[in-house]
């Protein structure tokens, strides 16, 4: 397993690199991506007022920040990727911050949501995951929320194998959930749902649910480019109705774990 130095690393140039567009990832990379906005934003929008204070930590280039701004919260994005952070100040709508997950420069109690739609997984050790989601705590105020993401095992274990057979490791990302070899992407843990829970309630966190984000067509949606309406109508709704079954959670792309500040 590499260490969180050499992740650390990697996530500037994967991130920071001309190779890697986060920006286009939820838009027009594939269909799966926009699915994955959609969701994640009608989860959010479901439980929190509008004119919310929200902290979006590893928002990269503002997606998910310039969304919500435009729905009338006050939005604080940061990302360690400085480039990342560049381009999302361009929107001019919400502030950006170079900074980390696992020490925010946030005030304690000064925001009604922190969202963490990127960071647990490119944190390999459970400390370090831990400090982070204490740390979204932190920041959040009594009774706020915390929106966690997180990537199942078998959805690393499927964009690993497609086409060239099973990857080396992939028994251990299966059963604890190691980053295997291989690939670009600096992987650092990927997640069962139970574990997830596990991960926020140990970090405080109370009502902690999770769902799965993408639901069932998530998966066969990453290998289209584009999807047509009728496609993207009948997910959407597949992933509204079942995404909170438990083994649907596991073959979505992303889970996202729900949960509030005592
Ligand atoms: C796949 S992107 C997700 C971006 C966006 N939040 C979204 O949901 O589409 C993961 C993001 O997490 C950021 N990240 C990685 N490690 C981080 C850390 N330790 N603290 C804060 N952000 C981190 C990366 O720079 C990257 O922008």
New binding site residues.
């Given amino acids: 397993m590499a260490s969180q130095d050499v992740i650390?690393q990697q996530?500037r140039a994967y991130?920071g690199g001309p190779d890697w567009d986060?920006g286009s990832?939820?838009t027009s990379r594939s269909a799966q991506g926009g699915l994955e906005f959609v969701r994640?934003q009608e989860l959010i929008a479901e439980r929190i007022p509008v004119g919310s204070r929200v902290a979006?930590?590893?928002?990269?280039t503002g997606?998910?920040a310039a969304s919500l701004a435009d729905a009338g919260h006050q939005v604080t994005l940061?990302?360690?990727?400085i480039e990342?952070v560049e381009q999302a100040r361009a929107y001019g709508t919400f502030e950006a911050l170079v900074?980390?997950?696992?020490g925010l420069p946030i005030e304690d109690s000064s925001v009604d949501v922190a969202l963490l739609?990127?960071?647990l997984y490119?944190?390999a050790e459970r400390a370090d995951r831990l400090r982070?989601l204490e740390e979204a705590t932190r920041v959040v105020r009594s009774g706020g929320w915390v929106f966690a993401?997180a990537i199942p095992r078998l959805a690393r274990l499927a964009a690993l194998s497609g086409g060239a057979g099973m990857p080396r490791g992939w028994e251990d990302l299966i059963e604890h959930g190691t980053s295997p070899a291989g690939g670009r992407f600096p992987g650092g843990h990927f997640h069962t749902s139970a574990e997830l829970v596990g991960e926020l309630s140990d970090a405080g966190m109370l009502e902690v649910e999770v769902v799965g984000v993408e639901g069932p067509a998530g998966l066969a949606l990453e290998q289209l480019a584009e999807a047509d309406e009728d496609l993207r109508r009948a997910a959407l709704t597949l992933a509204r109705a079942v995404g909170g079954q438990p083994g649907v959670q596991e073959i979505s792309n992303h889970l996202l774990a729900i949960g509030r500040r005592p």
């Fill in positions: 650390d996530i991130y986060e990832r939820l994640t979006d930590i590893g928002g990269a997606v998910h940061l990302d360690p990727v990342q900074g980390d997950a696992r739609l990127g960071p490119h944190l982070a993401a």
